[in-house]
């Protein structure tokens, strides 16, 4: 690694406060997600696409509804539903499964998040989700995974070849979850995938700067490290299910995300230039983490890599909302 590269990834994680449960390598999505709760200043609460039925103008709140209402009716959640979701964000698919009368259960490993769950009066656990209390298997009738999967496996692990390993061991908890007895044990998850041929995970670790004439090497090495995390190809969650779950529907939202992505541009932009409080809450999480909080910042603005990614015709990455069935036993 590149000496940039290893400062950089070295500050975040020695800025990582310390959990129960809670993954060293973790750090950076913890930073990221630091950030994406001073987003809620602009009016962004939703990490993940919204459904815009294909047009862009539909607005980022109602698109946001939509995509709840989606995720929650695969799982077919209604009064008394045992419903967790894995990467809960600030509770808002939480609160959407409470008016459908839910029983709902959150985990995230964001310790803003959990405050932020908490003061919403719902119910949050802060932990990594391979490290779960053992009382909770067989206890949900179904899982949500929105956005959250993304950081599940990191580069580092898909360069030393840990990357199916990760999501058979994913989807093998995600089953033992799950109430056998259950009319749904379903699971939906979302998230981004490489198309074609996965970027190789090196560039990843290398500095942007050393590659600025290697397009997608330099935008997904941005992307890293601001958000961490390293994406699934196009069929791979399927082939690492495949012990514990089928794939019961499989739905292409990449322009879906591209959208919700402009929308949170804009949102950014009007907070910036009306003095919400969002421009000097990010300059002073720039003076406590101002590496991390630079790269997340040029996701958005300048080589805008988080826009880049679900540009062009195709676009260099798909995004699927995917629904599993567990297999019987």
């Known amino acids: 690694m590149d000496t940039i ?24 999505v913890r930073q990221c997600y630091r950030l994406t709760g001073i987003s809620v200043l602009a009016g962004v609460e939703d990490y993940t696409e919204g459904i815009y039925h294909g047009d ?44 459908r009368g839910a029983e709902a259960m959150g985990v995230t490993i964001s310790a803003e998040q959990h405050a932020a769950c908490l003061g919403r009066s719902l119910r949050v656990r802060l932990a990594d989700y391979r490290a779960l209390p053992g009382e909770w298997a067989g206890a949900f009738d179904g899982i949500v995974v929105n956005g959250a999967l993304e ?39 979302t998230a981004i995938h490489f198309r074609g041929t996965p970027v190789p995970p090196a560039k990843f670790l290398r500095s942007p700067f050393l590659q600025v004439f290697d397009r997608r090497g330099f935008h997904f090495a941005v992307l890293h490290r601001g958000y961490g995390g390293y994406y699934p190809a196009a069929g791979q969650l399927e082939r690492c299910a495949a012990r514990s779950f089928r794939l019961a529907r499989e739905v292409d939202g990449t322009q879906d995300y591209g959208f919700t992505a402009e929308d949170w541009l804009r949102s950014f932009w009007r907070a910036v230039l009306r003095g919400s409080g969002f421009g000097s ?7 406590r983490h101002p590496l991390h909080t630079f790269w997340f910042t040029a996701s958005f603005l300048g080589p805008a890599s988080q826009l880049w990614q679900f540009r062009g015709t195709p676009p260099p990455v798909q995004h699927f909302r ?8």
């Open 56 to 99: 862009p103008e539909a607005g980022y709140h109602e698109s946001q509804q939509r995509q709840h209402a989606y995720l929650l009716d695969e799982l077919g959640v209604g009064p008394g539903f045992r419903l967790l979701e894995i990467g809960c964000g600030l509770g808002t698919l939480l609160l959407a499964a409470g008016e």
């Open 322 to 329: 995917h629904t599993w069935e567990a297999l019987p036993g």
């Open 281 to 287: 809450a990010l300059a002073r999480n720039f003076v």
């Open 151 to 189: 950081h599940f496996c990191q580069p580092g692990d898909a360069l030393e070849g840990r990357q199916d390993r990760i999501y058979e061991e994913m989807f093998g908890i995600l089953a033992g979850l799950l109430d056998p007895s259950s009319c749904s044990r379903r699971v939906v998850t």
């Open 5 to 28: 590269a290893e400062a950089t990834l070295t500050e975040e994680l020695e800025a990582s406060e310390p959990g129960a449960g809670l993954s060293r390598v973790a750090g950076i």
